[in-house]
């Protein structure tokens, strides 16, 4: 009874030294450095299909004067045609004015963030699997699939799908936020 205690204690008690350390994240850095290794070729990809229109031509996400309107507005508000489909997404819109304030035009840089998005995504799902299962490896092997799943291709390849990278990584956070909250306190806010 007394030793399986110790183990216990042993096992919450937060690591000391920089090798403890290394040791308990090695599981999630090693899937997030293959999330991030698995598309790095799209570094060297230009824009494609909507990102013309999203962001090359969109004078709305290349300046902070039209914050009010990206936040007001549809996320075609900045074409001129009858048929636009009207998403209102003014988190991804925020998003795309961020990337052109530090990236500008540059391609690379805004794949780069996808790809950043994507590793941030697949983190949370690791914490997320880990928390429902308790398993490190098992939440290792989850995350993994998830990483290099290539349903995912679209979303981090092409920059304008960003918006579906922003949401796994809310998503998660708010599942995560959940459990995190004890079941009675949950029931009682929710009733």
Not at 29 to 51: E, K, N, Q
């Amino acid at each position: 009874m007394k030793k399986t205690k110790q183990i216990e204690t042993r096992r919450s008690a937060p690591p000391r030294s920089w090798r403890q350390r290394l040791h308990k994240t090695r599981l999630p850095l090693t899937v997030c450095s293959l999330a991030f290794l698995v598309y790095t070729r799209s570094l060297w990809c230009g824009f494609v299909r909507d990102d013309m229109q999203q962001i090359m031509l969109n004078r709305q996400v290349q300046s902070w004067e039209y914050l009010p309107r990206l936040l007001g507005s549809h996320l075609w508000s900045q074409v001129a045609r009858n048929d636009a489909i009207y998403f209102y997404r003014p988190i991804f819109s925020v998003w795309m004015l961020l990337m052109h304030t530090f990236g500008g035009l540059a391609p690379w840089f805004w794949h780069l963030s996808s790809i950043l998005l994507h590793v941030a995504a697949t983190y949370l799902a690791f914490k997320f699997c880990r928390q429902l299962t308790g398993s490190d490896i098992g939440a290792a092997a989850a995350a993994l699939i998830f990483a290099v799943h290539p349903i995912h291709v679209d979303a981090v390849t092409w920059v304008s799908a960003s918006c579906e990278l922003l949401f796994a990584i809310f998503a998660l956070a708010a599942m995560l936020a959940m459990l995190s909250v004890p079941l009675p306190v949950l029931l009682r806010a929710t009733f």
